[in-house]
C-alpha cells in the first residue's frame, strides 16, 4: 500500500468525522499507483531470470530489447512484437532498429490483443499493412479487406468453407492513402458552408471539432463518435473534451448495469459493439450494425446456436452520415444497405442534388440548384473500390515521375480518349470501348493520326464475327462491354473451359461433353497485366513485368534506357532504388540469391568473364556457355562442371538434358558421314570437308556445277546459290543464321515474336514470346513442338535439347538443289527405309543409319524394292545381326553363339553346343514353338516352319467371328498399325505386337501415327533366347537399350556392357563378389530391385526405364501377371491383370510421393510444403519458408543427417550427400515404408507437421498439426480433405472413412476369378453406365445400381451400347419397393445376364451365401457379409466346397484384411489361426526367413531366422500383464457366452458384438456399455466409431451412486419417451426429447403411463399390448409412432424375429434364430407365387415353388417321387409338352430362350383378354415402340423408352402419326415452361434429359419434395424453410402409375385405379363401357375374363 492510498484513507476519515466543510463534496477512491503501459506492465515482472521489457520514458518499448540473462537481442515494432530476422546472438554488436510509427493495423492489433478475449484480432504483414484475408479465429469466419483493413462486401465466408481468395479482391494500391478525416476533408472542399472536420498532424480527427459558418463546436471520442451534449452554439465557450472518451457502447453498458436484468452490450477494446450480442437474463442473441442496432432476422431464442455474425466496421458513408447527423442544416450522406454511397445525393438544406463515386466524391458536372431535376446517376464513371482515381488517371499518375514514358490522355470523366499518343515518339492509335489497342491504327511521328471513329469492335467481338462464319468453329461468348465472358464453350463438342480476360484458356479447366460447366471466377486484368498489354505494341515504352497472378514483380526494368528500379505491389517506384544502365540492382525481394544468381551479379562486372546462366527459379541451366570463348558445357545442380561435356568453338553445343547422344561407334564428322553415305550414289552432291572433317564454307557440286554458302550453323546462306558458269560467292563475313536473321526482321515488328538463339545462332529449345508471356518448345529448325505451348504465367516447358538427326541434317542441306537426292525422313526424324531419287526415279532401301543395303537399288520404272524385311545393322556396322550376335558373346564360355549362313544371315535350325538342344527359326527369326529338342534326341527338321507369331495368331483368329486378326506385312512381321474390324478402334504396336499404351483410338477418329520400329538388338537378342533355360537373357530398358549392368542368372555373374552391348573389359564378377558400378550415377532403387531380382530363378524383375526409374507398367515374366506402378514402385490398387488378359493401360502418370505429400499439406498455414522438380520427385534442397530452414534429402523426401541450416544461414550444397535411406530408419524386408512412414520418418524440424500413421502405415483418417492444434480429414494418400480444417480449440472433425461402393465391393470380389465379369467403376466408384466383360467380349449398359438395361447386350465384334438416356434406374422384371431397396447381392445377381457368368448366391433376405461357386467354372470360394473373397478359400472343380460356416456379420480381423489383399508378386502375406489372429511364428515363402510377432502382428526384434534355420521358438514373452480386457477373452467361456473383443493393445473395442445372440452396443474405455446403444440382431451395428454421445447417452454412461436414475436411450441416443427409475414398484413417468419429466405423467405400483400418443387419443392394439405389465421375459410388441405394428418384430429375451401383417400376425416362413440377420419385412408385396404358395391348400393340391426373389421356379413338381414335374414360365403357365412322370424332371433350362417380359410386354399380356383396352405396341426386344397407338380411340402419341407418355405429342383421329424420331419436350420441360413468366410460381427442376429431378423445391417458399418420375409429390417427404432437404432417391413409376400416366389424356380410355403405393386397386372398373372385374397388385386378371361384370350389374368382390 503506497503513500497515495494512504493519504486517500485520511481524506475520508477527514470527511467522515466532519472536519470538511460542509459546502464540500466530495468522493474518496483509493488510488494504487503502478505500470499503466503493457511495457511497464511486462518490465514490472518479478521472475528470476525471466525477460524484462525495456520502455522508455513514456511507457513505450524501446526499439532494441534485449535479454540481460542469455545475452540476446533484437528489434521490435511500436507493439512490442519482434521484428524477424533481427535477432543476434550474445557477443556480436546490437542490431541496429530505426523507430517506426505503429500502422493502422498494428494499432488494432495492440488494442485487442492486450484485452478482449475472443476478439477479433486484426492480422498484419511484416510492414504493419493488413493482410489481404482476414480471420475471426473464434468464429472461424474469413473475409477480404481493403487496404484500409475495410471488409470487401461478398466475401465473408463461414466456418468449415474454405476462404476467400483475396488475391484479387482488393486492388494493391491502398484504398486511400489519406486517413478517414483527410479523406472526409478533401471530400466536401467542393461544398460552399460544409462542414469541414480538422485532423492533426497525423490526419487523425482532433478531440475538438468546429463548423465554422455555423460556430458550433463539440467532442468527439477515440471511436469518432460525437460526445453527447457537448454541442455549443455560436458565441458560447468551446466544449472542453479532456477525458470525455466513453463511447456509445461504454455509455449503454455502464447505465445498463445499474438495472437488474437488463440487457447490457458488449464492447471491444475500442469501444465499439461487439457484432454478437446477447442478453444474459434471457439466453438471446442477435447481431448488431456498427451503431449498436438489432440486424433484422438473426435474434435466436434461448438454446439455439449464437447467430454468426460477420464484423463489418461502418463504411465511409455510415461514418460521414453519423458524425453530422447532430449538425443542423449539414449535409448529411445517403448510404444504401450495404453502407455504400448512394449514386445521387442531396442536401436537404439547400436542395441540391450530385452524382458521387463510389468514393463519396462529387462528379464534375452533375451539381443541380433547387428546384431542378435530379441529376442521373446510373451511368456515372466507375472507379476502382476505394480509389477516387479511374484506371486511366491512376496509369497516369504511374508514370508521372518517368521522364519520356507513356502517359495516358482522360477524359473529364477520367476515362480513356479514344485516341491516344506518345509526345516523345509522335506515335498515335485507338482504342476501344474495352480499352483495348485497335489493331492497325498505330501511326508513327509526321502521319496523320488514325479516325478513331466507329473502332468499338473488341477483340471478343471480331474473334466471334471471323468464327461465326465457319461451320462448327468454336465461336467466343462476350458480355455486354465486348469483352470475353469467363466461362466459353463450344457448341459442336460440348466442351467447356474457363478464360482470362484476355481470351486464353486457363489450363486444367476443360471438361469433356456432359461434365458440369466448370466454375470461373470473373477475374479482370490486374493493373500489371492492363499497362503491360496496352503499351507492348509501343517499341521503347517501358513495359511492366508481370508474374503468373498479374502482379508486378519486385524489380521492373526498362529495356530500351538499362534502368532497374523496385517497386511496391500497386507498382510504384520505391524511392532511392533507381540505378542507371550498367549499375547493380537493387536487391528487391526478401528470397536470398541464389548460387547461380550470386556468381551472376559476381560476373556481370568483369568484362570477357564467365557470366552462367540462370533459370526462373535462380538455378543453374544444364548447359553454360562463355560468350567470350564460345565453349560450352553441362553443369550439376550445384554449377558444377560435367566431366568430358567441354565443347570448343564452333563445335555444338553438348546434349545437357540427358546422356550426351553419340552416334555409337562412329568416328566420323557429320561431313566425312554424309560423304560417305553417297558415294554410291553417282552424280550425287558430295560435301566438301575441311582437314578436321568440318564442312568448307563453300560447297559445290560438281555434276551440276552450281556453288553456294554454308554458315557457322551448318545452314545454307540464302541467295548464295550460283549456277554453272557464275563465279563462285564469296562466303567471308555471311556467318548469320536463320535464327540470327529471324531475330533481325522481327525486331523491327512491334509486338512480334522474336526468336532466341545461342551462342551459336541456333534456335535455343525454348522461345517464348515477351508481349503474351507463352512459352513453347522448339526443334532444330526452330518449329514449334505440337502440344509444349504455355499460357502467360504458367512454368516455362522443360525442352530436351535434340539436334538434328542425320536424316533431318541432309535433308535440309540440300533441300535447295535441284536434281539433288533429298533423304526421306519420318516424324522423329529417321530414315525412312526405302529411299528414292525424284530426278532419276531411282529407290533403294537403307540401314537405319542411311546407307544404301546392297543389291536393293531399282532403276526407273522398276517397282520399288520391299525394304521392310531388310537386314537391319547397326550405324556403320557391316556386321548382320546374327554376325554381331556371334562376335558379342564370343568372350562368354558355355553361352549359345547363333549360326550364320555365307550371308550372315541366321540358319533355319540353331543349336545350343553347352546343352545339346537345337531348335528352328522362321522367316521373321522369331523361335519356332514347339521345334525345341533336348541333347541326345534328333535334331528337329525345320523345312517348311516358316510362319511368324503374326501369321499364326492370324490363322486362329480368323477362326472366331468378331475377333481381332493381326495384320503382317510381306515378312509376317506385324504392321505397326493395328485395326479391329468390327469395333473400329485402331492402336499401335511393337515389333513383338503388343499393344503401345496411349495410342488406341475410337471409332471414327484418325488412326494413330504409327512409327516402324524394328526390334533392337537387346529386344531381339532376348527374345531370341528366352526359351532357353539357363540361357543369358539380356536386359533391355523400354527403348530396347541395353542396360549399362547385365547379369547372367544361371551362373550368378554381372559385368558392364557398352550402349551397343559390348562387355567393357575387366568388369565381370563372379557370383557372390560386389558388382561394378557401371554408370556415373548411382543405382536408382529400380536399378538395385532389378540387381537383386535378376539373380533368383523366376523372381520378379522390375522393369526400368533408361533413367533407372520404374516403368509405370510392370510385369511378372514367370506368372504373366502385370501391373500399374507408382513413381516408387508401388503397385497401383486395382490395375493387376492375370496371365492371358490385356496388359493395364498406365500411360497416365500418378502423383509421386512429393506430389502427394505437397497437395496434403499446402492448405495449412505455415506448414512444411515440400519442392518437387518437374518429374514430381523431390528437390535435392528443401527449404520451410516459414522458418527459414533448409536441408538436404535423399530422393525419397529424407532428411540428410547433419545438412539442417537455420534462418540467415546459407543453404546446403546437397551434391553427392543423398544415401538412399537414413541408417536410423531401418525398413523391414518384408513390408517397405508406407508414405505415411516415409513422411513421418522424414519431419526433424521442430513443431513441424508430423503425420499420424496407423499399425500398418497407413494414414489415419483424422490428422492433427501438435504445434497449432488444427486437425483434419485425409484421404489415404494422406491429402487433405476439403472444408474439413478445424482451428485450435474446436472439437477434431468427424472422418469416417468413405465405404466402398457397390461397384468396388463387387470389383473386389469377383476380381480373383478367371475369366469373370469384373464391373468397370468411376473415380467416384460409380458404375460405368457402359459394361464390357472381356472374357466373351459382350457389352451391355447398366443403371446407376450396376443393373443391366434390357435389350442393350451387343455381341463380341459388335459396337458397343450408347448408353445415355437409355438408365431406368430398376430392371421392370425386379420391382424394387422404396421401403426396402435390392441389397448388393440382389442387384449383382439380378444383373448377371451375360452367359456363363459368376452369379452370386444370396439368402432368403437378399444377403451372400457365405460359400458361393461359380457354376460355369466350377470353383467355390468363402465370402465376407459385404460379399468380398476370403483369402485361401478358393477351391478348384472337382475338390470339396469349402468350409465357410462362420459367424454372420463378423467383421474381418486385422490378420485376415492383410492376408485378403492382393499382392505384389512375392510379397509377405501374414498367417492367421481360425480365429484371425496372427499365428505367433510368421514366414515369407518366397525368401524363407521366419520370425516371431506380437498379438498386433509386429515383428519381435531378434527372432528373424534365414532360409535353412529351424524356426524360432515363438512362445508368448513372459512379464507382460494382461489387459483387463485381454483377461476377460482368455477365460474359457461356456458355449454361447459373450467375450469381449479386444484391439492390438488389449483396450476394448468401441463395438461389441455377442456373435451367438446378433447383438451388437457402444462401451466406454472400460469396457462398460453405453447405453441406449444396444441394437437387435439383423440391423446394422451401432455407429461407435467417435459420433459424440448424445446427452441421454452421456447421462447413461456415468456411474450414479447406488439407488439413483439412470436414463435410458433409444438406439440413436435419444431418450425413450417412458422412463422408469428401476425396480417393479418403481415411479415412471413421460419425457420430452430434452428428458424433461411431462407434468401429470408419474404412475407408480408397476403401471407405466402410455407416452407414445397425444393424451385423449385412444390406444391402437399394438399399443395395448405393449402397455401392459408383462412377465419376465415376456414377449411384447414393438409399434410405430402412430401405433401401428412395426413390420419387423423381435422378442428380445430369445432372439428369435419375424415378420408380421398389419394387424400383428406372424407371416409364416419369416422367423429366424438368434445370431441371423432378421428378415426383410419392408412392406414389399407378396409376388403371384408367394400368395398362391402361402395359401392353405386341399390335401393333395399342388402348392408352386418359388425362388427367393418369389418367382417362380422354372421347373414344378406336384409333390411325391412318382408325381409328374414340368417346365413354366415366369407367370407360372405350364410349358406345353413339358410334363413328365415317374421321377423324371424335364431339363427347363434350354425351354426358352427368351428375356424376361419387359414392361411392355407384361403390360401387353395383362389386357390381352381385355376387349377395347389399349395393347401398347412393342418391337422385337420387348421395348415399348417410340409412337404408340390406341386402335379403339385411333388416338396417337409418343413414349419415353420407360413407356412414360411425352405431353403435347398426342393426336387425334384422322391426323398423321406424331413424329417421335426427334425428342420432343418431356412434361418437366412443359411445365417448366409454362410457368417461367410467373413471378414466384413453383418451376419443376428438370434433369439434362428433360426427367423430374427426384427432389423438388419451390423458391419463393423455401419447401422441397420428393416426386416420382411423373412429378407426382411423394406423402410424408415435404420439408419446410431450415430443415434439411429430403433425401429423394429416383423412384420409377409403378406398373399401374405408368398405364394410368399414359391412358389419362385419351378420352374414354381404361384408366386403371392405384392405391397409394402405386399397385393396383383390387376392383377395377371402365366407365366408358361400364365393366368391372379384379386385378392382383402387378396388373394381372384373376379368373377367367368371361366371368367380368357386364354394365348395370354388382361390381365383383375382389380380396
Not at 465461336?475 to 464453350?489: A, Y
Not at 570437308?689 to 554454308?710: K, V
Not at 480373383?1312 to 468397370?1320: C, K, M
Not at 465384334?1357 to 431397396?1381: E, F, I, K, M, N
Amino acid at each position: 500500500m503506497n503513500m497515495m492510498f494512504t493519504l486517500c484513507l485520511l481524506l475520508c476519515a477527514t470527511l467522515a468525522l466532519g472536519k470538511m466543510p460542509p459546502e464540500v463534496s466530495t468522493v474518496c477512491v483509493p488510488v494504487i499507483s503502478g505500470p499503466h503501459t503493457r511495457c511497464q506492465r511486462e518490465a514490472s515482472v518479478t521472475v528470476p531470470g525471466a525477460f524484462l521489457s525495456q520502455c522508455d520514458p513514456q511507457g513505450q518499448y524501446l526499439p532494441t530489447q534485449c535479454w540481460e540473462a542469455t545475452g540476446y537481442c533484437w528489434c521490435v515494432n511500436a507493439a512490442g512484437e519482434e521484428v524477424q530476422g533481427t535477432r543476434t546472438p550474445p557477443g556480436q554488436p546490437r542490431p541496429n532498429c530505426a523507430v517506426r510509427p505503429l500502422t493502422l493495423c498494428e494499432q488494432r492489433r495492440a488494442s485487442v490483443t492486450a484485452t478482449v478475449a475472443g476478439a477479433y484480432v486484426p492480422q498484419c504483414d511484416s510492414q504493419g499493412r493488413f493482410l489481404p484475408t482476414q480471420c475471426w479465429e473464434s468464429t472461424g469466419q474469413c473475409w477480404c479487406v481493403n487496404a484500409a483493413g475495410e471488409m470487401v462486401p461478398g466475401t465473408m465466408t463461414s466456418q468449415g468453407q474454405p476462404r476467400p481468395n483475396c488475391a484479387g479482391s482488393t486492388p494493391t494500391l491502398p484504398g486511400h492513402p489519406l486517413t478517414m478525416c483527410e479523406w472526409w476533408r478533401a471530400g466536401v472542399s467542393h461544398l460552399p458552408g460544409s462542414f469541414q472536420p480538422q485532423c492533426d498532424s497525423q490526419g487523425q480527427f482532433l478531440p475538438i471539432q468546429c463548423w465554422e459558418a455555423t460556430g458550433q463546436c463539440w467532442c468527439i471520442n477515440r471511436a469518432e463518435e460525437v460526445v453527447l451534449g457537448t454541442l455549443t452554439p455560436r458565441g458560447r465557450p468551446r466544449p472542453s473534451c479532456t477525458g470525455l472518451s466513453q463511447t456509445s457502447c461504454e455509455r449503454l453498458r455502464a447505465s445498463a448495469s445499474q438495472v437488474p436484468g437488463a440487457y447490457v452490450p458488449q464492447c471491444d477494446s475500442e469501444g465499439r459493439f461487439l457484432p454478437t450480442q446477447c442478453r444474459v437474463s434471457t439466453g438471446q442473441c442477435w447481431c448488431v450494425n456498427a451503431a449498436g442496432d438489432e440486424v433484422p432476422g438473426t435474434l435466436t431464442s434461448p438454446g439455439q446456436t449464437r447467430p454468426t455474425c460477420p464484423v463489418r466496421l461502418m463504411t465511409r458513408c455510415e461514418f460521414w452520415s453519423a458524425s453530422v447527423s447532430h449538425l443542423p442544416g449539414a449535409y448529411v450522406p445517403q448510404c444504401d444497405s450495404q453502407g455504400q454511397f448512394l449514386p445521387t445525393q442531396c442536401r436537404v438544406s439547400t436542395g441540391q442534388c450530385w452524382c458521387v463515386t463510389p468514393a463519396g466524391e462529387m462528379v464534375s458536372g452533375t451539381l443541380t440548384s433547387q428546384g431542378q431535376p435530379r441529376p442521373n446517376c446510373a451511368g456515372s464513371t466507375p472507379t476502382l473500390p476505394g480509389h477516387p482515381l479511374t484506371m486511366c488517371e491512376w496509369w497516369r499518375a504511374g508514370v508521372s515521375h518517368r521522364p519520356g514514358s507513356f502517359q495516358p490522355q482522360c477524359d473529364s470523366q477520367g476515362q480513356f480518349l479514344p485516341i491516344q499518343c506518345w509526345e516523345a515518339t509522335g506515335q498515335c492509335w485507338c482504342i476501344n470501348r474495352a480499352e483495348e489497342v485497335v489493331l492497325g491504327t498505330l501511326t508513327p511521328r509526321g502521319r496523320p493520326r488514325p479516325s478513331c471513329t466507329g473502332l468499338s469492335q473488341t477483340s471478343c467481338e471480331r474473334l466471334r464475327a471471323s468464327a461465326s462464319q465457319v461451320p462448327g468453329a468454336y465461336v467466343p461468348q462476350c458480355d455486354s462491354e465486348g469483352r470475353f465472358l469467363p466461362t466459353q464453350c463450344r457448341v459442336s463438342t460440348g466442351q467447356c473451359w474457363c478464360v482470362n480476360a484476355a481470351g486464353d484458356e486457363v489450363p486444367g479447366t476443360l471438361t469433356s461433353p456432359g461434365q458440369t460447366r466448370p466454375t470461373c471466377p470473373v477475374r479482370l486484368l490486374t493493373r500489371c497485366e492492363f499497362w503491360s498489354a496496352s503499351v507492348s505494341h509501343l517499341p521503347g515504352a517501358y513495359i511492366p513485368q508481370c508474374d503468373s497472378q498479374g502482379s508486378f514483380f519486385p524489380t521492373q526494368c526498362w529495356v530500351s534506357t538499362g534502368q532497374c528500379w523496385c517497386v511496391t505491389p500497386a507498382g510504384e517506384v520505391v524511392p532511392g532504388t533507381v540505378t542507371p544502365a550498367g549499375q547493380e540492382r537493387h536487391s528487391c525481394t526478401d528470397r536470398p540469391q541464389t548460387l547461380c544468381e550470386e556468381r551472376r551479379t559476381a560476373g556481370a562486372t568483369v568484362a570477357g568473364a564467365y557470366v552462367p546462366q540462370c533459370d526462373s527459379q535462380g538455378q543453374f541451366l544444364p548447359t553454360q556457355c562463355r560468350v567470350s570463348t564460345g565453349q560450352c558445357w553441362c553443369v550439376t545442380p550445384a554449377g558444377e562442371m560435367v566431366s568430358g561435356t567441354l565443347t570448343p568453338q564452333g563445335q555444338p553445343r553438348p546434349n545437357c538434358a540427358g546422356s550426351t547422344p553419340t552416334l555409337p561407334g562412329h568416328p566420323l564428322t557429320m561431313c566425312e558421314w554424309w560423304r560417305a553415305g553417297v558415294s554410291h550414289l553417282p552424280g550425287s552432291f558430295q560435301p566438301q570437308c575441311d582437314s578436321q572433317g568440318q564442312f568448307l564454307p563453300i560447297q559445290c557440286w560438281e555434276a551440276t556445277g552450281q556453288c553456294w554458302c554454308i554458315n557457322r550453323a551448318e545452314e545454307v546462306v540464302l541467295g548464295t546459290l550460283t549456277p554453272r558458269g557464275q563465279p563462285r560467292p564469296s562466303c567471308t563475313g555471311l556467318s548469320q543464321t536463320s535464327c540470327e536473321r529471324l531475330r533481325a526482321s522481327a525486331s523491327q515488328v512491334p509486338g512480334a515474336y522474336v526468336p532466341q538463339c545461342d551462342s551459336e545462332g541456333r534456335f535455343l529449345p525454348t522461345q517464348c514470346r515477351v508481349s503474351t508471356g507463352q512459352c513453347w518448345c522448339v526443334n532444330a529448325a526452330g518449329d514449334e513442338v505440337p502440344g509444349t505451348l504455355t499460357s502467360p504465367g504458367q512454368t516455362r516447358p522443360t525442352c530436351p535439347v535434340r539436334l538434328m538427326t542425320r536424316c533431318e541434317f541432309w535433308s535440309a542441306s540440300v533441300s535447295h538443289l535441284p536434281g539433288a537426292y533429298v533423304p526421306q525422313c519420318d516424324s522423329q526424324g529417321q530414315f525412312l527405309p526405302t529411299q528414292c531419287r525424284v530426278s532419276t526415279g531411282q529407290c533403294w532401301c537403307v540401314t537405319p543409319a542411311g546407307e544404301m543395303v546392297s543389291g536393293t537399288l531399282t532403276p526407273q520404272g522398276q517397282p520399288r524394292p520391299n525394304c521392310a524385311g531388310s537386314t537391319p545393322t547397326l550405324p556403320s556396322h557391316p556386321l548382320t545381326m546374327c554376325e554381331w550376335w556371334r562376335a558379342g558373346v564370343s568372350h562368354r564360355p558355355g553361352s549359345f553363339q547363333p549360326q550364320c549362313d555365307s550371308q550372315g544371315q541366321f540358319l533355319p535350325i540353331q543349336c545350343w553346343e553347352a546343352t545339346g538342344q537345337c531348335w528352328c527359326i522362321n522367316r521373321a527369326e522369331e523361335v519356332v514353338l514347339g521345334t525345341l529338342t533336348p541333347r541326345g534326341q534328333p535334331r528337329p527338321s525345320c523345312t517348311g516352319l516358316s510362319q511368324t507369331s503374326c501369321e499364326r495368331l492370324r490363322a486362329s483368329a480368323s477362326q472366331v467371328p468378331g475377333a481381332y486378326v493381326p495384320q503382317c506385312d510381306s515378312e509376317g512381321r506385324f504392321l505397326p498399325t493395328q485395326c479391329r474390324v468390327s469395333t473400329g478402334q485402331c492402336w499401335c504396336v511393337n515389333a513383338a505386337g503388343d499393344e503401345v499404351p496411349g495410342t488406341l483410338t475410337s471409332p471414327g477418329q484418325t488412326r494413330p501415327t504409327c512409327p516402324v520400329r524394328l526390334l533392337t538388338r537387346c529386344e531381339f537378342w532376348s527374345a531370341s533366347v528366352s526359351h532357353l533355360p539357363g540361357a543369358y537373357i539380356p536386359q533391355c530398358d523400354s527403348q530396347g537399350s541395353f542396360f549399362p549392368t547385365q547379369c547372367w542368372v544361371s551362373t550368378g555373374q554381372c559385368w558392364c556392357v557398352t550402349p551397343a552391348g559390348e562387355v567393357v573389359p575387366g568388369t565381370v564378377t563372379p557370383a557372390g563378389q560386389e558388382r561394378h558400378s557401371c554408370t556415373d550415377r548411382p543405382q536408382t532403387l529400380c536399378e538395385e530391385r532389378r540387381t537383386a531380382g535378376a539373380t533368383v530363378a523366376g523372381a520378379y524383375v522390375p522393369q526400368c526405364d533408361s533413367q533407372g526409374q520404374f516403368l509405370p507398367t510392370q510385369c511378372w515374366e514367370s506368372t504373366g501377371q502385370c501391373w500399374c506402378v507408382n513413381a516408387a514402385g508401388e503397385m497401383v490398387p486395382g490395375t493387376l491383370t492375370p496371365q492371358g488378359q490385356p496388359r493395364p493401360s498406365c500411360a497416365d502418370r500418378p502423383q509421386t510421393r512429393c506430389e502427394l505429400w505437397r497437395a496434403s499439406v499446402s492448405q495449412l498455414p505455415g506448414a512444411y510444403v515440400p519442392q518437387c522438380d518437374a518429374q514430381g520427385q523431390f528437390l535435392p534442397t528443401q527449404c520451410r519458408v516459414s522458418t527459414g530452414q533448409c536441408w538436404c534429402v535423399t530422393p525419397a523426401g529424407e532428411v540428410v543427417s547433419g545438412t539442417l541450416t537455420s534462418q540467415g544461414q546459407p543453404r546446403p550444397t546437397c551434391t553427392g550427400v543423398l544415401p538412399p535411406y537414413p541408417p536410423t530408419v531401418p525398413t523391414l524386408p518384408d513390408r517397405p515404408q508406407t508414405l505415411c512412414e516415409q513422411r513421418r520418418a522424414s519431419v526433424t524440424v521442430a513443431g513441424a507437421y508430423v503425420p499420424q500413421c496407423d499399425s500398418q502405415g497407413q494414414f489415419l483418417p483424422t490428422q492433427c498439426w501438435e504445434s497449432t492444434g488444427q486437425c483434419w480429414c485425409v484421404n489415404a494418400a494422406g491429402e487433405m480433405v476439403p472444408g474439413t480444417l478445424t482451428p485450435q480449440g474446436q472439437p477434431r472433425p468427424s472422418c469416417a472413412d468413405r465405404p466402398q461402393t457397390r461397384c468396388e465391393l463387387w470389383r473386389a470380389s469377383v476380381s480373383h476369378l478367371p475369366g469373370a465379369y469384373v464391373p468397370q467403376c468411376d473415380s467416384q466408384g460409380q458404375f460405368l453406365p457402359t459394361q464390357c466383360r472381356v472374357s466373351t467380349g459382350q457389352c451391355w449398359c447398366v443403371t446407376p445400381a450396376g443393373e443391366v438395361v434390357s435389350g442393350t447386350l451387343t455381341s463380341q465384334g459388335q459396337p458397343r451400347p450408347t448408353c445415355t438416356g437409355v438408365l431406368p434406374p430398376y430392371p421392370p422384371t425386379v420391382p424394387t419397393l422404396p421401403d426396402r431397396p435390392q441389397t448388393l447381392c440382389e442387384q449383382r445377381r439380378a444383373s448377371g445376364t451375360v452367359a456363363g457368368a459368376y452369379v452370386p448366391q444370396c439368402d432368403s433376405q437378399g444377403q451372400f451365401l457365405p460359400t458361393q461357386c461359380q457354376e460355369s467354372t466350377g470353383q467355390c470360394w468363402c465370402v465376407t457379409p459385404a460379399g468380398e473373397v476370403v483369402s485361401g478359400t478358393l477351391t478348384p472343380q472337382g475338390q470339396p466346397r469349402p468350409n465357410c460356416a462362420v459367424s454372420p456379420g463378423r467383421p474381418l480381423t486385422k490378420c485376415q484384411k492383410e492376408a485378403s489383399k492382393t499382392p505384389l508378386p512375392g510379397a509377405y502375406l501374414p498367417q492367421c489361426d481360425p480365429q484371425g489372429q496372427y499365428l505367433p511364428t510368421q514366414c515369407w515363402g518366397s525368401t524363407g526367413y521366419c520370425w516371431c510377432v506380437t498379438a498386433a502382428g509386429e515383428e519381435v526384434q531378434g527372432t528373424r531366422t534365414p532360409p535353412g534355420q529351424p524356426r524360432p521358438n515363438c512362445a508368448v514373452s513372459p512379464g507382460r500383464p494382461l489387459t483387463k480386457c485381454q483377461k476377460e477373452a482368455s477365460k474359457t467361456p461356456l458355449p454361447g457366452a459373450y467375450l469381449p473383443q479386444c484391439d492390438p493393445q488389449g483396450r476394448y473395442l468401441p463395438t461389441q458384438c455377442w456373435g451367438s445372440t446378433g447383438y451388437c452396443w457402444c462401451v466406454t474405455a472400460a469396457g462398460e456399455e453405453v447405453q441406449g446403444t444396444r441394437t437387435p440382431p439383423g440391423q446394422l451395428g451401432p455407429n461407435c466409431a467417435g459420433r459424440p454421445l448424445t446427452k441421454c447417452q452421456k447421462e447413461a454412461s456415468e456411474t450414479p451412486p447406488s439407488g439413483v436414475y439412470v436414463p435410458q436411450c433409444d438406439p440413436q441416443g435419444q431418450y425413450l419417451p417412458t422412463q422408469c427409475a428401476g425396480g417393479f414398484t418403481a415411479p415412471c413417468w413421460c419425457v420430452n426429447s430434452a428428458g424433461q419429466e411431462t407434468p401429470g405423467t408419474r404412475t407408480f405400483g408397476g403401471q407405466r403411463p402410455n407416452c407414445a400418443v397425444s393424451p385423449g387419443r385412444p390406444l391402437t392394439k399394438c399399443q395395448k399390448e405393449a402397455s401392459k405389465t408383462p412377465l419376465p421375459g415376456a414377449y411384447l410388441p414393438q409399434c410405430d409412432p402412430q401405433g401401428r405394428y412395426l413390420p419387423t418384430q423381435c422378442w428380445g429375451s430369445t432372439g428369435y424375429c419375424w415378420c408380421v401383417t398389419a394387424a400383428g400376425e406372424e407371416v409364416q416362413g419369416t422367423r429366424t434364430p438368434p445370431g441371423q440377420l432378421g428378415p426383410n419385412c419392408a412392406g414389399r408385396p407378396l409376388t403371384k407365387c408367394q400368395k398362391e404358395a402361402s395359401e392353405t391348400p386341399p390335401s393333395g393340391v399342388y402348392v408352386p415353388q418359388c425362388d427367393p426373389q418369389g418367382q417362380y421356379l422354372p421347373t414344378q413338381c406336384a409333390g411325391g417321387f412318382t408325381a409328374p414335374c414340368w417346365c413354366v414360365n415366369s407367370a407360372g403357365q405350364e410349358t406345353p409338352g413339358t410334363r413328365t412322370f415317374g421321377g423324371q424332371r424335364p431339363n427347363c433350362a434350354g425351354v426358352c430362350v427368351c428375356h424376361p417380359q419387359t414392361r411392355c410386354e407384361q403390360w401387353r399380356a395383362s389386357v390381352v383378354a381385355i376387349r377395347g383396352v389399349y395393347h401398347p405396341q412393342c418391337d422385337s426386344q420387348g421395348q415399348f415402340l417410340p409412337s404408340q397407338c390406341s386402335v379403339s380411340t385411333r388416338y396417337c402419341w409418343c413414349v419415353t423408352p420407360a413407356g412414360v407418355a411425352i405431353p403435347r405429342t398426342l393426336t387425334a383421329p384422322g391426323q398423321p402419326r406424331p413424329d417421335c424420331s426427334v425428342r420432343p419436350q418431356t412434361f418437366c420441360e412443359y411445365w417448366k415452361s409454362s410457368v417461367s413468366p410467373q413471378p414466384g410460381a413453383y418451376s419443376p427442376q428438370c434433369d439434362s434429359e428433360g426427367q423430374f429431378l427426384p427432389t423438388q423445391c419451390w423458391g419463393s417458399t423455401g419447401r422441397c419434395w420428393c416426386v416420382t418420375a411423373a412429378g407426382d409429390g411423394i406423402s410424408d417427404t415435404e420439408t419446410v424453410p431450415g430443415q434439411p432437404r429430403p433425401n429423394c432417391a429416383v423412384v420409377p413409376l409403378t406398373f399401374c402409375q405408368l398405364w394410368r400416366n399414359n391412358m389419362t389424356p385419351l378420352p374414354g380410355a381404361f384408366i386403371p385405379e392405384c392405391d397409394s403405393h402405386g399397385q393396383f386397386k383390387a376392383t377395377q372398373c371402365w366407365p366408358s363401357y361400364g365393366m368391372c372385374w379384379c386385378f392382383d397388385p402387378i396388373g394381372d386378371i384373376i379368373g377367367d375374363p368371361g366371368t367380368m361384370t357386364s354394365p348395370g350389374n354388382p361390381r365383383p368382390t375382389c380380396e
